[in-house]
């Protein structure tokens, strides 16, 4: 379970956010919608430790992320974080296996690597290199990657922003497939990815298929 | 880690690559002016036998150290072999031993010395035996045994004149009887003989007179050493001149008495071991003004070869500095290069490190790849640079073999370690600084 409580960001052109507390419950997919620039990606990277709040707490199983130390941050991110970006943050000089590999400098077991490209339909491309790969297969080997350390949260952030609509439907429905039983916290844009979704988040016009998360409010 | 970290190695391999030359290059030729410039100048002092003094033609004091120690350059003008033994009796002066040498002939590029076996004392055979009093033998360097591939018993056939340009196809065959250990030195590249086998060769002391005036004119002008010409040497009087208080009996006074002379028995240096300074002092007194012998008058030199050698030592000391100061500006110029590469190859891995940040690798486990990565660049270009030196000391090998110096090919100091060293370290220390730097920066929007 993720419970954001008084959490907001201030960043440096003193633009800031402030959420409003919210709860992720385990094992439910949660669909993030809005406009540019209203939050959803920094509050993503504060999950992930990426980010470190101005306010508030963000607790993650009993452990209060925004007063971890960077070292301790790192180490929850490669535990219990799969992160998938929209630029798919891949190696492209590198092959797809090497992409998932590179987990193992933490010492990641990758010995599922195959279990999951198989099940994501990309198995047959496991020797080629990224630059080879459609975009629709790059993001899949993200996923892959964020998936194969079989994490407790998945975060996607515009998982589907570099891929037509087919495509995207193909990766979100493979994403929520094998993400089953995990928290999926995945921000889109597309309003008809919802389906796949538990719960939906409209973070602009503050609805949500959930009573205690609201929008974020947006400061000058 | 190692794994990946060549992984990402063979992407970057275009850089990589000109970073491993560019280390190479530079710490190659710093290893190798070191080592070249140290070799030559511990050559000079290290294989220099140990001679109380030197007796020779006067002329160039260096000229006849290096010719009598170093077999380099040309032997100054000759002396009567006779001077031998009356070195050993002069009174006052404790001579230990007294060894003639001459250079005349050549063997395959390499020079002949005449001498005896007491010019061999300190050095020890590989095979064989000392040639002693048999004449038409000869001892061999190492180099010169393997670079022609004689063995014990096999006879070889000596050129006239030092630099081996005048060919004698009659000339006698000598039998090889020893091949010296390796000594690192001008011994090496040098053929030894008795030194009547020497006067044989050029029918010197020999009963047939008419084979001995023909054999004489053949090689008159090739071997001055061997022929009392008594001409000048590097603007001294030539000997009989007006020096001479005993009477003019130079080489122009009596033909018949040159003739003899030109026949006769002579030596480019002899070698002298006293018991000590005193010793040294009475016979340099002795050489400073012009000595008769066998009616004839000589200028002569007694030289302290410490001494003379030193000077030459000084000469190269001062060059060794210059050859110090341009291997720091390579070096300062290697971390400048290898730091401006690592900056500019850091800069173009941002995206990979804010990459494997992102996904939770740790700043420490960055570090440690492109540390790694970096340590094996550094291991390579050291090891072909150190490789590239060795090869390239082949070649200086030939070059210093004009100043009779043999170069150690195995020989590494712990300079050459330490640069080497340095260099590593040069490779390394620019990636770690980047990587603590760039690592640290989560380069992620909201």
């Known amino acids: ?220 | 880690m190692l794994k990946f970290a060549l992984k990402n190695m063979a992407i970057k391999k275009v850089q990589i690559i000109l970073v491993v030359i560019s280390i190479v290059i530079s710490a190659g030729i710093a290893v190798l002016a070191f080592n070249v410039s140290n070799q030559v100048s511990q050559g000079l002092t290290d294989n220099t036998p140990k001679y109380s003094l030197i007796i020779g033609s006067r002329g160039s004091k260096t000229q006849l150290a290096m010719n009598t120690l170093f077999f380099v350059d040309e032997p100054l003008d000759s002396i009567p072999y006779t001077l031998v033994n009356e070195i050993k009796t002069i009174p006052g002066a404790n001579i230990e031993e007294v060894i003639p040498f001459a250079m005349a002939d050549s063997y395959a590029g390499y020079k002949v010395v005449g001498t005896t076996d007491g010019y061999f004392g300190g050095y020890t055979l590989k095979e064989g035996k000392l040639f002693g009093d048999d004449t038409h033998t000869a001892v061999v360097g190492y180099n010169v045994a393997k670079a022609q591939g004689l063995e014990i018993g096999k006879v070889i056939y000596t050129s006239h004149g030092a630099n081996g340009h005048k060919h004698d196809g009659e000339n006698q065959g000598i039998t090889v009887v020893g091949i010296l250990d390796r000594t690192h030195s001008a011994f090496d590249n040098t053929v030894f003989t008795n030194i009547e086998t020497l006067w044989a060769l050029h029918g010197i002391g020999e009963h047939d007179e008419e084979h001995k005036e023909e054999h004489v004119a053949q090689t008159k002008s090739a071997i001055s050493l061997l022929t009392a010409t008594n001409e000048p040497t590097h603007g001294e009087p030539s000997n009989g001149g007006d020096h001479d208080t005993e009477g003019d009996t130079g080489k122009d006074e009596s033909s018949g008495e040159n003739e003899h002379e030109e026949h006769g028995k002579t030596v480019s240096a002899i070698l002298v071991k006293t018991d000590g300074l005193a010793s040294n002092g009475i016979i340099t007194e002795i050489y400073k003004d012009a000595v008769n012998i066998e009616g004839k008058s000589y200028f002569l030199q007694a030289i302290n070869p410490d001494e003379t050698i030193r000077t030459v030592k000084e000469d190269t000391d001062n060059t060794k500095a210059i050859v110090y100061v341009l291997c720091g500006v390579i070096l300062l110029m290697n971390v400048m290069v290898i730091t401006i590469i690592t900056i500019l190859n850091m800069y173009h891995s941002t995206k990979e490190i804010a990459l494997m940040r992102l996904i939770g690798i740790s700043a420490g486990k960055i570090n440690l790849l492109y540390v790694i990565e970096n340590a094996i660049i550094g291991f390579i270009s050291v090891i072909l640079a150190f490789g590239v030196s060795r090869f390239c000391l082949l070649f200086m090998n030939e070059f210093v073999a004009s100043w009779g110096i043999v170069i150690n090919m195995s020989r590494v100091s712990l300079v050459e370690i330490l640069i080497l060293l340095g260099v590593f370290i040069i490779s390394v220390l620019p990636t770690a600084i980047c990587t603590v730097i760039m690592s640290k920066r989560d380069s992620i929007g909201g």
Do not use: W
């Open chain 1, 1 to 220: 379970m993720i419970e954001i409580k008084g959490l907001g960001k201030q960043f440096q052109n003193e633009t800031e956010i402030i959420y409003n507390d919210m709860i992720f419950q385990q094992g439910k997919s949660y669909m993030l919608l809005g406009a540019s620039g209203c939050g959803k990606s920094t509050l993503l990277n504060m999950i992930a430790g990426v980010l470190s709040p101005t306010n508030g707490k963000i607790i993650i199983d009993g452990i209060n992320m925004a007063q971890a130390t960077q070292k301790q941050k790192d180490k929850f991110r490669i535990e219990k974080i799969g992160y998938i970006f929209q630029d798919f943050k891949l190696i492209n000089e590198m092959s797809v296996a090497d992409n998932i590999s590179i987990l193992r400098l933490e010492g990641v077991d990758v010995s599922k690597m195959d279990e999951t490209l198989k099940a994501l339909g990309i198995y047959e491309k496991k020797n080629a290199k990224i630059k080879h790969l459609s975009g629709g297969q790059k993001q899949r080997v993200a996923i892959a990657r964020a998936l194969v350390k079989k994490p407790d949260i998945i975060l996607a952030d515009e998982p589907t922003g570099n891929l037509n609509f087919a495509i995207g439907e193909q990766v979100i429905k493979a994403l929520t497939e094998i993400s089953k039983g995990k928290t999926l916290i995945a921000v889109t844009h597309d309003e008809r990815l919802a389906k796949y979704f538990d719960y939906v988040i409209n973070m602009d016009e503050m609805t949500s298929g959930i009573s205690d998360i609201v929008s974020p409010k947006e400061v000058e």
